[in-house]
């Protein structure tokens, strides 16, 4: 399960719409797992939070795909290294089908453990939002928690 | 007779690491088993063009960063 604040949700819903008709993309962070003082172990104090939301540019500026900038990729990764957080989430926009991982997404699936984003534009009014784990081009789909 | 090689530091994606010197972008990527045409590859805040990466050696105390494409869409 992934849990994203409304806050969040409104910030990715908003992208995806202003990028419109399309597809749009981004990057999810949340606190690092900490840890509880037992043996060393790690204990997620609020298990795959994703609470921060960085808006990508789709350099393919296309309805039918996207491709994040690798530039603003190291940019964001570098400011979430200093501001201690983890990358929680990959987002991207279907704007004309469903919010399920296309052949495409599930090949260029890189990050098997983060969660898989995508909003569907279908009904600009009442978008879907569905999250996924990709892990060697098998597709699990998650729970999301708006809280 | 056999060489012996030297260590040197380097950080990579903001952790320090240890590897021997001598070795180039894609002698590293290969050490690591990523394939390089999935990658983009940051030297010391500069983006190196994929036909570089045989040629460029890494250095004592270089910061490297390494970031797999994302991308995908409907089709």
């Known amino acids: 399960m992934i849990t994203i604040p409304k806050r969040v949700y409104t ?17 999810l962070a949340g606190p690092p797992p900490k ?30 795909s996207y491709f994040m900038d ?16 983890e990358m929680r ?28 984003l995508i909003v569907s534009l279908t009904n600009l009014e009442k978008p879907v939002l569905r999250s996924f784990h990709i892990k060697e081009e098998k597709v699990t789909e998650e729970e999301i928690k708006i809280v | 007779m056999s060489e012996t090689k030297q260590l040197i530091k380097i950080v990579l994606n903001g952790k320090e690491q240890e590897v021997q010197s001598g070795l180039s972008v894609s002698d590293l990527l290969l050490k690591w088993k990523i394939r390089p045409e999935l990658v983009t590859v940051e030297i010391n805040e500069t983006i190196l063009q994929k036909l570089d990466y045989d040629g460029t050696k890494i250095q004592d105390g270089d910061h490297v960063e390494f970031v797999f494409y994302m991308g995908g869409g409907d089709q």
């Open chain 1, 11 to 27: 910030e990715m819903i908003a992208h995806a719409k202003k990028g419109y008709p399309n597809e749009t993309c981004g990057i």
């Open chain 1, 35 to 64: 840890a509880d003082g037992s043996a060393g172990a790690l204990v997620a104090e609020k298990p795959n939070v994703a609470d921060v939301f960085y808006p990508m540019t789709n350099t393919d500026n296309a309805s039918i």
């Open chain 1, 89 to 116: 989430g990959i987002f991207h926009s279907h704007v004309a089908s469903e919010a399920t991982p296309s052949q495409k997404d599930v090949r260029l699936a890189f990050y098997p453990e983060v969660s898989y």
């Open chain 1, 70 to 85: 690798p530039k603003e990729q190291l940019q964001v990764f570098k400011d979430m290294r200093q501001k201690v957080l």
